[in-house]
């Protein structure tokens, strides 16, 4: 059974800090892998996407994969309150076929 | 551009009913999927179709039934609904079956039965 753990949370980063949140996933054969960050009654936005080993930036967000230790995390730099949500992580294992199969979820909280 | 678009945005059900949520993907987007979020959950793979065609398929009950038209628009299809149905369903677009790039995802059916 494909797994993806994240921990729940909350947590808590002073506002201008860097947040930092992780991933690990069972399925070896997992090829993509995302993040979603999701408002209160909101629906899931793509932030990142990342396939390779190593590190993928893209503004404030850094994505960062290591398939040999099966983890992925996603840091945010200098830490807005807008930040304050929840983040998805999601993998898939290259196809479609399987749909993402997602963590429950880490929750955000920036502290002004 | 408008974007993934689903209706209708609330619904409340009897159990035993049944219901339709309707998807229209991203213009130029041929597949669509379906997503359950239960709430304090992550989203929970339902269906994938592509060029009308069932591509992919999650642990889901035979209750739960979807189509893909011509115009690539899509229906999710829940019968003899039961309290765990609750939930928001999401609709996400894509411009292949492959999921490379992620999904755009629409702002969801939030469906209650009571």
């Known amino acids: 059974q494909k797994e993806v753990e994240q921990n729940s949370g909350p947590l808590s980063v002073p506002e201008g800090a860097i947040a930092s949140l992780n991933c690990t996933y069972s399925?070896?054969?997992?090829?993509?892998f995302f993040w979603y960050r999701q408002y209160s009654g909101k629906s899931p936005e793509l932030i990142m996407f990342i396939y390779s080993n190593g590190d993928k930036e893209d503004g404030r967000f850094t994505a960062q994969l290591n398939k040999a230790s099966q983890y992925v995390s996603l840091l945010i730099r200098d830490s807005q309150p807008s930040d304050s949500a929840t983040y998805l992580c999601?993998?898939?294992?290259?196809?479609?076929?399987?749909?993402?199969?997602f963590g429950k979820g880490t929750h955000l909280i920036i502290q002004p | 551009d408008a974007g993934v678009t689903q209706s209708p945005t609330h619904l409340i059900k009897t159990r035993g009913q049944h219901v339709t949520l309707r998807c229209s993907p991203i213009s130029g987007h041929k597949s669509v999927s379906w997503y359950q979020q239960v709430l304090g959950q992550g989203p929970q793979f339902i269906f994938q179709y592509y060029e009308k065609e069932e591509r992919g398929r999650g642990n889901f009950p035979d209750r739960f039934s979807a189509r893909q038209f011509p115009n690539y628009s899509s229906e999710l299809n829940v019968n003899a609904l039961l309290l765990g149905d609750s939930a928001l369903y999401l609709c996400a677009s894509s411009l292949t079956v492959e999921v490379w790039y992620g999904y755009t995802f629409g702002s969801g059916t939030r469906l209650t039965v009571v």
């Open positions: 999601a993998v898939n294992l290259g196809g479609g076929a399987d749909g993402l199969t």
């Open positions: 399925d070896r054969g997992s090829q993509s």
